[in-house]
């Protein structure tokens, strides 16, 4: 039997937002030769579609541990699908100067810049931010929210004007 996080995951796998999205080509599940080796719960790989941007890829692909799921928010960096490891820094989506975009995506600047996203919806950062609660109420993930939510909130992000590519 699955644990619980995982069958609320699979669960939000096969719900109407998800799979909507799918079908719009927003996100997916990461491909099976996209994986590491051994790869398994709590770990899940996922892609999100991005803006065209001359010499940037059409999707960026993310590791996440999910572990606690819905209960816990998830955590994770970008992922390199050919060399299956954490993208490199230098390859991570850049943002405008001083917008939100560049501000999410940072990868300097926090203790856990490089191996996770600068907000909210991220349980590594929110770890270090307690007033972001009261501060960001709409942008701090609960158990009410999904993967849908996640992806919704990342990919509207890499399909924003401040996205400028690699």
Do not use: C
């Amino acid at each position: 039997m699955l644990p619980p996080d995982q069958r609320l995951f699979e669960w939000d796998l096969r719900s109407a937002g998800y799979r909507n999205g799918v079908a719009k080509g927003l996100w997916g599940e990461a491909e099976a030769d996209a994986l590491p080796d051994g790869a398994a719960w709590p770990n899940a790989y996922l892609w999100m579609a991005a803006a065209p941007r001359t010499g940037a890829p059409d999707r960026y692909y993310v590791a996440l541990n999910l572990s606690g799921y819905r209960n816990v928010p998830p955590t994770g960096p970008f992922w390199d699908p050919l060399k299956k490891q954490t993208l490199e820094l230098s390859k991570w989506p850049k943002g405008k100067p001083n917008s939100r975009f560049a501000l999410v995506f940072r990868t300097n600047g926090f203790s856990f810049a490089g191996r996770a996203f600068y907000h909210p919806y991220d349980r590594s950062p929110l770890s270090d931010h307690p007033t972001w609660p009261t501060e960001q109420p709409h942008l701090v993930w609960t158990s009410a929210h999904t993967i849908v939510n996640y992806l919704e909130e990342f990919q509207s992000l890499l399909s924003s004007g401040d996205y400028v590519g690699v």
